[in-house]
C-alpha cells in the first residue's frame, strides 16, 4: 500500500545520485571466534559482518532481515545525514556545509529513531554518504554489540576533497603513492572478545551486581587466540599502578582484576557465586586463525583504516620496525602525524599509511589492552610480497601492558589531531549543559546527567515520534542553528575512561582537565584555566573518552552546533555501561522537528 507512489517520490527525489543497495539477514548461530565456540550474531552468515564500500554523494539504501530470535537494530557509526563536506570551509562556522534534509529515522537506536526489528522482520534504513572516510555499522539494541554484529564501511572521498600528504613530503612521486594506498584502503576491524553472550552478561550483572569489566580475546579482523599466561607470568607483568591498587593480591588467570575489589566496583554489595566462569576468570588456551596482512612493497606505502569494534577495553596498536602516519580519524583528514603505536579508544577509527620500506620480511602486528584493568594482547602479520630477506623476529615498539618497549617509541597524542583542512568552532555558545558520569546504586548501573538511563526504555515509543515519550530528566533540548558545549564530569574515582559517542554530527574536543569543573561556562574556565581549551583548532570526532578518574574526578568538554533535527542518543561506547544506562537523549533542533514520513512512522522503512 503505497508503495509506488513512495517509489515513485524516492526516484524524483534521488534521481541525481547512484543508489547503492545492501541488504543483510543476521542469524543466531553458534560459531567459532578465537577457536571457541558460542552462540553469536552472523551478518550474511559471517562474523564479522561483510564491509560496505561506498563513494562520497551515493545514496545508501541498507536492508535488514532479522532471522534472530530476538529484536534487534543497526546503527550506522558517526554517519551525519546532513553534514556535507567541509574541505571547502575553512572559516568559523565551517561545519555548515549543508544542502540537504536530514533522515534521522535512519539512526537505528531503539526508542530513540526507530521500533526495534522484531524476530522474522525486515527494516529499511536509507542515507545519503555526505562524508568521506572510515565508518562502521554495528548492533544498537541491547548488548548485541557484543555478540559480534558489526561491519567496517569506507566511503571514497570525492577528487574535491583536499587531501593533507602534501604535509608529509613533496615528492610527487610518493605523493602518487600515498594517494594510490588511499584508493586502496583497507578496515582492519579491531575488537575485543568475549566467550559470554551479551544476555549472559547482563543477567549475571544484574543477578551480582558487579560491572563485568574483563574479556577473553582480542581480534583483527575477527581472528585471534585465547592466550593464557602463567600465575608467574602475571605477576611480573603486573604494571606498579595495577600492583598499589591489588595491595597483596593478583590479577586473575585471565590478567584481570578481580571481581571483589572496591576501588574498581566501587562500595556497592555483591553476589558473587552468581558470576559465571571466565567473566573474572578461567582461563582455557584455545587457537583461531591469526591475520596475515599481506602488502607489496614496490606500492611504497598501504593504507589500513583501523576501526575499533571493542565493547570493552581501549586497544593499542603498533607494526613493529614501522611508522604510521595517521591521516585521519574518525572519518576526516588531519595534518598527518608520524607515530609507532597509537591508544585505539572503543568505536574511533585511525586512518593511517604505512611506509613499506624496510627489509622485505614479516613484521608483527601488535594489539593490546589500553584499559587498566587487564592485560591481554593479540598479534598479527605483516607479510611482505617479496622474497622474505628477514630471518630474524621483528622488534617491538610496545610492551605487553601498553608500555613504550623502547626510547624511541612515539604514541600518538590524540588531543593534538589538527583538522585538516583548518577549521574551528564557534568562539560562543548559545547553550552549556553539565553532565555528570557516576555508578547509580549499583556497580553495573550508571548516569550520564541526572538519571540512569534504563535499558528497557529501548522498547518505548521513539521519541522522534513523542518528544514526550520518556521522563524528562532522560533527556536534553537544543534549538536547530546554535551552538551546544556538553560539559561532562566524571564523578567519583576510580573509573576508566569512558569513550563518549553523541549520534548525528561531530563535535569538537575544545577542553578536558582533572578536578571538579567548577566554572558556569567554558568561556569563564578559559579565563581562568586557558590552558586546558583549544578553540583554535581543537580535534573533530565523533566519539571522544573522558580522562582516566584514578587520583580524583575530570572532566571534558565537547562543543557542536546543532544541524540536523532529530532524537540522537549520546553514551559510553563500553557496551556494559550503556546497557547500565550511561546514556542521554538529545532532541537535536525541537523548534525544527522533522515530520517522520509514514512509512517510518507506521512501518518499517519500505
Ligand atoms: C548452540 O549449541 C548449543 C549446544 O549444542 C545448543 O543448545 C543451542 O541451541 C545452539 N544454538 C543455536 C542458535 O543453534
Ligand atoms: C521485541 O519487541 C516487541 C515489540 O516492541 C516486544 O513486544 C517484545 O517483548 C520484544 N521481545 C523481546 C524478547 O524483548
Ligand atoms: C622521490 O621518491 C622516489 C621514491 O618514492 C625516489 O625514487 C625519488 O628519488 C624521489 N625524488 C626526489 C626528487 O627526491
Ligand atoms: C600485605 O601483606 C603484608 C605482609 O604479608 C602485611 O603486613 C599487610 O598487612 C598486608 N596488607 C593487606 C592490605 O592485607
Ligand atoms: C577477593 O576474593 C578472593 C578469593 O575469594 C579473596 O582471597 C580475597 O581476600 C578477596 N578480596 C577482597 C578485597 O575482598
Ligand atoms: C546469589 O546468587 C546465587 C546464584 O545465582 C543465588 O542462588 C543466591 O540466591 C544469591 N544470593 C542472594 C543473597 O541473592
Ligand atoms: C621509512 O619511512 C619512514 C617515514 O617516512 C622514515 O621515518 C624511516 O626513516 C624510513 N626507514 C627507512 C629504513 O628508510
Ligand atoms: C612469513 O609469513 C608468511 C605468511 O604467514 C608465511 O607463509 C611465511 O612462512 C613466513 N616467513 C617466515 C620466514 O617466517
Ligand atoms: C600474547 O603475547 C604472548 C607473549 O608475547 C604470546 O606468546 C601470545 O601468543 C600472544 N597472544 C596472542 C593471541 O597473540
Ligand atoms: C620508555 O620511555 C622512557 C621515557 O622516555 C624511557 O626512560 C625508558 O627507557 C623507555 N623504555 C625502554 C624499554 O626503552
Ligand atoms: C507520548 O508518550 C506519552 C508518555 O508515554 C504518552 O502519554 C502519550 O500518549 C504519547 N503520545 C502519543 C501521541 O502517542
Ligand atoms: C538547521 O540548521 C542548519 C544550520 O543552520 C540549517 O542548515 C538547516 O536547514 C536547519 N534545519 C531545518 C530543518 O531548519
Ligand atoms: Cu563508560
Known amino acids: 500500500m503505497g508503495r509506488l507512489l513512495l517509489l515513485l517520490l524516492c526516484f524524483t527525489e534521488w534521481a541525481s545520485a547512484v543508489t547503492v543497495y545492501f541488504s543483510v539477514h543476521l542469524t543466531w548461530a553458534n560459531y567459532t571466534v578465537a577457536g571457541v565456540r558460542r552462540e553469536i550474531i552472523l551478518t550474511n552468515g559471517q562474523y564479522p559482518g561483510p564491509g560496505l564500500r561506498l563513494n562520497q554523494g551515493d545514496d545508501v539504501t541498507f536492508d535488514v532481515y532479522n532471522s534472530c530470535p530476538f529484536n534487534v537494530t543497526v546503527h550506522f557509526h558517526g554517519r551525519d545525514d546532513v553534514l556535507g ?89 610518493q605523493i602518487q603513492a600515498m594517494l594510490t594506498a588511499e584508493k586502496n584502503t583497507s578496515p582492519l576491524l579491531i575488537s575485543d572478545w568475549r566467550l559470554l553472550t551479551s544476555e549472559q552478561i547482563w543477567s549475571v550483572e544484574e543477578a551480582s551486581g558487579v560491572d563485568s569489566y574483563c574479556a577473553n580475546a582480542l581480534l583483527i579482523n575477527g581472528k585471534g587466540s585465547v592466550t593464557c599466561f602463567s600465575q608467574d607470568e602475571i605477576n611480573s607483568l603486573t604494571t606498579p599502578n595495577q600492583k598499589a591498587a591489588l595491595g597483596n593480591e593478583s590479577l586473575t588467570d585471565i590478567a584481570c582484576f578481580p571481581p571483589n575489589f572496591t576501588a574498581a566496583q566501587g562500595d556497592f554489595s555483591h553476589n558473587y557465586s552468581a558470576l559465571l566462569p571466565t567473566m573474572f576468570s578461567g582461563c582455557t588456551p584455545s587457537r583461531g586463525p591469526q591475520q596475515i596482512i599481506n602488502v607489496d612493497p614496490n606500492a611504497q606505502y598501504v593504507s589500513l583504516d583501523l576501526t575499533s569494534a571493542a565493547g570493552l577495553l581501549h586497544l593499542i596498536f603498533s607494526i613493529d620496525e614501522h611508522d604510521m602516519w595517521v591521516y585521519a580519524i574518525d572519518g576526516r583528514y588531519v595534518e598527518p602525524v608520524q607515530v609507532n603505536a597509537i591508544n585505539i579508544p572503543n568505536a574511533n577509527r585511525y586512518s593511517v599509511l604505512v611506509p613499506l620500506n624496510q627489509t ?96 528497557e526504555l529501548e522498547e518505548s515509543q521513539p521519541l522522534l515520534f513523542n518528544e514526550t515519550a520518556i521522563p524528562s530528566d532522560l533527556l536534553i533540548r537544543t534549538n536547530n542553528n546554535t551552538w551546544v558545549d556538553l560539559v561532562i564530569q566524571v564523578d567519583q574515582p576510580v573509573q576508566p575512561a569512558h569513550p563518549i559517542h553523541k549520534h548525528s554530527n561531530k563535535h569538537f574536543v575544545v577542553g578536558q582537565g582533572s578536578g571538579t569543573f567548577s566554572w558556569s561556562s567554558v568561556a569563564e574556565a578559559v579565563q581562568s584555566i586557558p590552558g586546558s581549551f583549544n578553540l583554535i583548532n581543537p580535534p573533530i570526532k565523533d566519539t571522544t573518552p573522558t580522562p582516566v578518574a584514578v587520583f580524583g574526578p575530570t572532566w571534558l568538554v565537547i562543543r557542536y552546533q546543532v544541524v540536523n533535527p532529530g532524537a540522537f542518543l549520546m553514551h559510553c561506547h563500553i557496551q556494559v555501561h550503556q546497557s547500565g544506562g550511561m546514556a542521554l537523549a538529545i532532541l537535536d533542533g525541537v523548534d525544527e522537528w522533522p515530520n517522520v514520513p509514514s512509512n517510518y512512522l507506521n512501518d518499517s522503512g519500505f
Open 85 to 173: 563536506p567541509c574541505s571547502t570551509n575553512t572559516k568559523i562556522g565551517g561545519l555548515l556545509g549543508i544542502e540537504q534534509i536530514g533522515t534521522p529515522w535512519s539512526d537505528g537506536v531503539p526508542g530513540m529513531s526507530q521500533r526495534v526489528i522484531q524476530a522474522n522482520r525486515a527494516f529499511r534504513y536509507r542515507w545519503t554518504a555526505k562524508q568521506y572516510g572510515a565508518y562502521f555499522y554495528h548492533a544498537h539494541h541491547r548488548g548485541q554489540f557484543e555478540d559480534g554484529l558489526y561491519g567496517p564501511i569506507y566511503i571514497t572521498p570525492s577528487s574535491s576533497e583536499a587531501r593533507p600528504f602534501s604535509l608529509i613530503t613533496s615528492n610527487n612521486t
Open 360 to 455: 622485505a620480511g614479516n613484521y608483527t602486528i601488535r594489539m593490546v589492552s589500553g584499559s587498566p584493568q587487564q592485560i591481554l594482547n593479540t598479534t598479527a602479520v605483516l607479510h611482505y610480497r617479496a622474497r622474505n630477506q628477514l630471518n630474524r623476529a621483528s622488534n617491538p615498539w610496545i610492551t605487553l601492558t601498553g608500555g613504550n618497549a623502547t626510547a624511541n617509541t612515539i604514541f600518538l597524542n590524540d588531543s593534538q589531531a589538527v583538522p585538516y583542512p583548518a577549521i574551528a568552532p564557534a568562539p560562543n555558545v548559545d547553550a552549556t549543559y553539565f553532565l555528570t558520569i557516576g555508578r547509580y546504586g549499583a556497580s553495573y548501573r550508571w548516569t550520564l546527567g541526572n538519571s540512569s538511563f534504563d535499558l
